[in-house]
Each structure stands twice: as C-alpha cells, then as structure tokens.
C-alpha cells in the first residue's frame, strides 16, 4: 500500500513539475478535455477549404484595408488540396508603407469596420496611433460571434521573419470595443530544434474593463507540423488549448463581439538574410470550426 501511495504521489510530482515547465505531452492528444468543453456546443461555423476559392460568405480576403487599401492589402493565398496557404512571396509589396513600414502580411478576417475618408475611426490602430482612413470600406460582419469554442489546424512553414497568428479583435463600432482575443501567435526566431514559444492571451487596448494577460511560453513541440489551436470563450473565463491540452485559462472575458484575424506577417528589419531566402514562406490551415452555446 506504501508504495502505491508513494508511486502516485510521485506520478503527481512529475506531471505538476511538467506543467510548471510547460512540458505537457502532447504526443498523448488526449481529446477528452476537448470532448468535455464541446459537450455543450454545436458547430457553427465549419471551414475545411473544399473549394479552390475563399469561401467570401465567410472571410473578407484583406487585412484592416481601412489604413491602406484592398489593393495592398490582399493576401497572396491558395486553396489546395483542402488547405489554405496563407503566403508572403519574394516581391510583395508591404501592406501599409505610410503607417506600418515595410511590414508584408497575407491574411483573412470575419469583418470589417472603419470611418469615412480621412478620419481616425477604425480597427486596430494600435500598430500605429496616428493612422487614418485612406480608403472608405463598406462595414460587414461575417462572423463576428460573442462568445464560443474555437479551434485550428495548421502549421507555420516560414523563417525567423516571419509570425503567424490566429486571434480575435473586437469589432469597434465603439472605441472601448477593442481588445484582442489571440488564440496562438509563433514568432519564427522564437522556434528551436525540440521547442517554441507560443503566444496566447488578451490584448486590452481601450478597454477598461479588462486587465493585460498575454503570455509566451515554451512547449516541446514542433509548429512544422500539424497542431490543433483553441480556444474556449466564456463570459467569464477563456480557455486556451493545444491538441487537445488547457494550457492556460485567464478569469476575465471581452463582453462584445469579436471577429477573426488568420494571418501570416514578415518583419525584414529582423533579418536580411532570413527575409530573402524560401520563399514563399507559408501558413497551412487544414480547417477552422466555430461552435456556439446550445438552445
């Protein structure tokens, strides 16, 4: 009896000891935490990229076009094999030269919303607080849920210049509607040979009622190959996972809705050498899946 009890407690040590360090198998993807937080969900929103085109009743292929325009800001992407691959290639042009430098992006977002011509009023300035509206768009909501369980397939296929990132932004039709939910962001000089730092968390931004929770840490994992990201939204917590693993929680909740962002970025400043060499550098989604409260 003595040994069961000391070898329990210490299979308990172990795995606390791991956690603390990040350590968590993944290898296992153990589905029974995913199965117990979707008990109370159906799917909603269902994306596996069957067509070879961007399906444009869900996704809106431009990133905040508001500060730039939808000529710059249109991702270069294809739809293959069942896959989205987001893509910065060799001889795009930035984004938004004025207010964002020489920063290239290919990403996709759920909606949209921004102020006439020439005023301050729009989506996610915080790059760049002095940014205006150089192209009036039309203010859409695709998707722009409150609330929900949301999970990722992919894989980041890119450089040390590069970041790839699923996260959610407030749709700001009021200023304090503003904070950032991200789901998972890999900075490419952030991966190692056996481990990556990946981020996760909130953003606040404008809004008061919320407090700065976005962390990085290191899990023993390979982001070249294919990994599931999610993310359970609550009304007073907010869940994060990784293949199937809560990696962390955070007690406190956006209370608007939110609308997604799926891109990759290049930052050549970082490196000259990195930025020059394979390309395209790539972000493989397999699928996206949104599930809502049932009744």
Known sequence: MKIIVFLVFTFIQIKLLAQLNNEFDFSKNDSSAIAAAKKNYTLLFDEEFVSPFL?????????L??????????????????????????NQKPWCPEFNGNV???????????????????QHKFFNLNAVVREQQLNEKKFVPQYGYFEMKAKFAATKTNVVALWMIGYEDKP??????CIMEVK?????????????????FNDKNLNEDFTEHAYKMDVRKF???????????????????????INQSPNYPMQ????IYEIPELGVEEHSINYPKKFIIEYFKAYELKG
């Open 176 to 181: 304090e509607r503003s904070s950032e939910l």
């Open 104 to 122: 290239k992006c290919s990403s996709i977002q759920t909606g949209n919303y921004a102020g006439p011509l020439g005023s301050s009023i729009g």
């Open 55 to 63: 399906d444009s009743t869900k996704w809106l292929p431009y990133y």
């Open 227 to 249: 990994h599931v990201y999610a993310a359970e939204w609550k009304p007073e917590t907010i869940n994060f996972y990784i293949d199937n693993v809560l990696v962390k929680t």
């Open 188 to 204: 490419g000089w952030n991966i190692k040979d056996d481990s990556v730092q990946i981020g996760m968390g909130i953003h606040k």
């Open 65 to 90: 076009p508001h500060w730039s325009s939808g000529e710059l800001s249109k991702p270069n992407y294809e739809v293959k094999d069942g896959k989205l691959i987001l893509k910065i290639t060799e």
């Open 260 to 263: 997604f962002m799926l891109g």
